[in-house]
């Protein structure tokens, strides 16, 4: 412990985070540039998440660290281990235990609650990139409000389809104002971004910028009178805890094409599983 | 009636070179002024300077009682997104040519608050089908088209939104001869039909006698001779405008 | 309709050691509603250079021109543009013209500039080249392909396609057969019969001879050459 800073970073750095921080949430979908450092991991593993982890732990934190919804995948434990060790915090499993959740790619199935914090990790958080490469111009789009370029991509969806498949990182647009990226978590969790209770951040490493959702904030998924958003997921319950209202992944269990849905999260179907609700292959796995 | 763009000793600078100085001009709804000159006489200059992406050392331009160069970015872009529109001399210079032909016209909708897809959908067909592209190429990039077929996309998604005002920089440049023609009959159709008023700059006087109702003439950065189109090519009073005239190769 | 009073014309060739050329001075006529004028003199006596001038292709030097109450002498590009589209017809010697527009459309484009709908633009075109004997199946294709009478015949068209108030007509006979010229001379005595005013330029003495109410020389213009 004495051989690092709390939390890794050191305080001048931490309160730049924050002033940066504090800045996204008063402009809520804005991206805030911020002064991103050098972290022991490599970029497009956290770097972002992990620097707003360390800017808003304090010592009676209790942290959960997910990614793709799972607290067992190899990013998740690094992490989790990490601020372990560096920041000395209480860790946990939990969705409804934990005061301070590190994600990627998933928001939790359980409600998140008043006093939460729930960071995303970020790869590209300017939603118009695909389009407009020039950031310049992306900025004055953002200032000038000019979203016309988002309906393109959703359109050019359309066309080549017959429907929206843009299935993650689904654009939405924050109380009316800025378009925001809301991570590459499924289109089935943007409902969830919406008035929701907990403190939204955001965090792009190597982009260096943060963005935020403060609580009860309006957000809304982008798209077209005649065809609207719709979050889906695949059409299954889980195999495990027999959840039909959950986000599933799809598993390949053999080499002659088994497969079985399973929660993407894990936490949620530990706790449906050991409140005895099964799924169709619960027994087998067991 | 009031003219539609009222230009008054417009200057640009580059350091002590000259981009454009002392332009002056109306332009009136309905009518199409075609700017004339060789390669640095200034007319690219000028007319980025009325398109908004230059910003004048000096001067005014008025649009429809509107102080072009005080208003603000948002309004000026807004403008040129619904009521203005630029025809690029290359068509990548005007199209997106990463999304499809429908989503390239489609996108001064969308920018404007169109939100239905199967309306969207339908304008754009409509328009591919008035600039003579085949219906079943809605879905192809640009990339795939001819330079013919890209400088008609480009037009039709710059009108989709049916401007007043169409700025064009060598419209036809880059063309084969017969692209050409065919473009410039497509082109004076939907300038009589949505009484367009145009502003075409170029150096081909074929072009502008087809096309413009008026001619500017400019040289060093300066309008040395305007009036109407005929008049100017075959009465020419200015030194310039006699030689650029009789320097035109004869077919 | 149209009223020349003293009018002057000289070209200065500035890439020429700016030699002023003098073309015309002082010339003067009228033509009034339902009244055809010839023009006469010899060739280079000036009488193109009057009519580019009624026309407003050429600038005018010195007194004025008149057309329907509008002069020409310093006018707005856009009041002659506004006058030709109205008011005044030109039938060149020369068919100009984009490429690859069909005939029909050619000679309906007086009319659809006015905002005349094109069915109704078309019907009109149709029916003048159908009097003038172009054959129907060119009238989809360019007439740009044409025999030089053909393309006389559709220029003439063009310019009777709209009643305009007032005819520039130059040459409009020549290069046609017979039969054509009558028509054409049958379309000049109807546009006087609903009160044009025709200015013409007529080699064809007989068709001078069966149009024209009055003749104006034009050589008394024409000052004479410092040679």
């Known amino acids: 412990m004495s051989d690092y800073n709390f939390a890794y970073l050191d305080e001048q750095t931490k309160r730049m985070i924050r002033r940066a921080i504090l800045k996204a949430l008063a402009i809520p979908g804005y991206q805030v540039p911020f002064a991103s450092r050098e972290m022991p991991m490599p970029y497009g593993w956290g770097t972002g998440g992990v620097q707003l982890t360390a800017a808003c732990l304090v010592p009676d934190d209790r942290l959960k660290v997910i990614d793709q919804g799972a607290d067992d995948t190899t990013n998740a434990v690094s992490i989790r281990a990490f601020f372990q060790r560096t920041a000395g915090v209480a860790v946990t499993t939990a969705t409804t235990q934990a005061t301070v959740i590190q994600t990627r790619h998933r928001i939790p199935e359980t409600p998140l609650t008043d006093g939460q914090i729930l960071i995303y990790q970020v790869p590209i958080p300017e939603p118009l990139r695909f389009l407009e490469p020039r950031e310049t111009e992306t900025r004055r789009m953002h200032a000038l409000e000019e979203y016309g370029l988002m309906h393109v991509k959703l359109y050019e969806d359309i066309a080549r389809h017959g429907q929206i498949a843009t299935s993650y990182a689904y654009p939405v647009k924050v109380e009316g104002r800025y378009v925001m990226d809301p991570s590459p978590i499924p289109k089935f969790d943007n409902p969830k971004l919406s008035d929701n209770p907990a403190i939204q951040l955001f965090g792009a490493g190597r982009e260096q910028r943060i963005y935020a959702l403060p609580p009860w904030t309006q957000v809304v998924s982008l798209d077209f009178d005649d065809h609207p958003f719709v979050a889906s997921k695949a059409d299954h319950a889980c195999d495990l805890c027999g959840a039909r209202d959950s986000y599933l992944d799809e598993v390949v269990t053999d080499d002659v094409g088994s497969r079985m849905f399973v929660c993407s999260d894990t936490d949620h179907c530990t706790t449906r599983r050991d409140a005895g609700h099964t799924g169709r292959l619960a027994e087998v796995a067991a | ?251 | ?227």
């Open chain 3, 1 to 227: 309709m149209i009223a020349v009073e003293n009018l002057s014309k000289s070209f200065v060739l500035h890439n020429q050691g700016g030699a002023v050329i003098t073309v015309m001075a002082g010339a003067a006529l009228h033509v009034d509603p339902g009244e055809c004028v010839g023009l006469t003199g010899q060739s280079g006596s000036g009488k193109s250079t009057l009519m580019r001038m009624i026309h407003g292709n050429y600038r005018v030097c010195g007194g004025s021109i008149r057309i329907a109450g509008v002069e020409l002498a310093g006018a707005e590009p856009r009041a002659v543009m506004a006058l030709r589209r109205d008011t005044l017809g030109y039938v060149s010697q020369f068919l100009r013209v984009l490429p690859r527009v069909p005939t029909v459309q050619v000679v309906a484009e007086p009319l659809r500039a006015l905002g005349v709908a094109q069915e109704v633009a078309q019907a009109r075109a149709e029916c003048l080249l159908w009097r003038l004997n172009i054959p129907r199946r060119l009238w989809s294709l360019s007439p740009t392909t044409f025999s030089g009478g053909e393309q006389q015949r559709v220029n003439i068209a063009r310019g009777f396609v709209h009643p305009f108030p007032v005819l520039l007509l130059d040459e409009p006979t020549a290069s046609l057969d017979a039969q054509n010229r009558a028509v054409v001379l049958s379309l000049i005595h109807e546009a006087k019969a609903r009160g044009a005013a025709i200015l013409g330029i007529f080699h064809d003495a007989e068709a001078r001879d069966a149009v024209c109410d009055r003749l104006v020389d034009v050589t008394g213009f024409t000052p004479a050459r410092a040679t």
């Open chain 2, 1 to 251: 009636m009031t003219p539609l763009l009222s230009v008054r000793d417009l200057e640009r600078r580059y350091g002590p070179r000259i981009g454009c100085t002392g332009v002056s001009f109306d332009l009136w709804p309905g009518e199409v002024l075609g700017i004339v000159g060789e390669s640095g006489s200034g007319k690219s200059t000028l007319l980025s300077c009325l398109a908004g992406q230059q910003r004048p050392d000096a001067g005014t331009v008025t649009y429809d009682g509107r102080d072009v160069l005080a208003m603000a970015e948002s309004d000026r872009r807004r403008l040129a997104r619904t009521e203005w529109a630029h025809v690029h001399q290359h068509a990548r210079d005007g199209l997106r040519m990463g999304v499809s032909a429908g989503a390239n016209v489609g996108e001064r909708l969308m920018a404007t608050g169109h939100r239905h897809y199967g309306d969207i959908r339908a304008a754009a067909l409509d328009w591919l089908g008035r600039v003579e592209i085949a219906g079943d190429r809605i879905d192809d990039r640009p990339s795939s088209f001819s330079g013919g077929m890209q400088q008609r996309l480009q037009i039709a998604r710059n009108l989709v939104t049916g401007p007043r005002l169409v700025f064009m920089d060598e419209p036809t440049g880059g063309l084969d001869v017969s692209v050409q023609a065919r473009l410039l009959d497509l082109l004076r159709g939907l300038v009589r039909d949505m009484g367009l008023s145009v502003i075409i700059v170029t150096h081909d006087l074929a072009v502008v006698r087809l096309l413009a109702d008026r001619l500017m003439v400019m040289t060093g950065g300066r309008v040395v001779e305007q009036g109407l189109t005929d008049q100017v090519l075959d009465d020419p009073q200015h030194a310039y405008t006699q030689l650029l005239v009789s320097s035109v190769l004869q077919v």
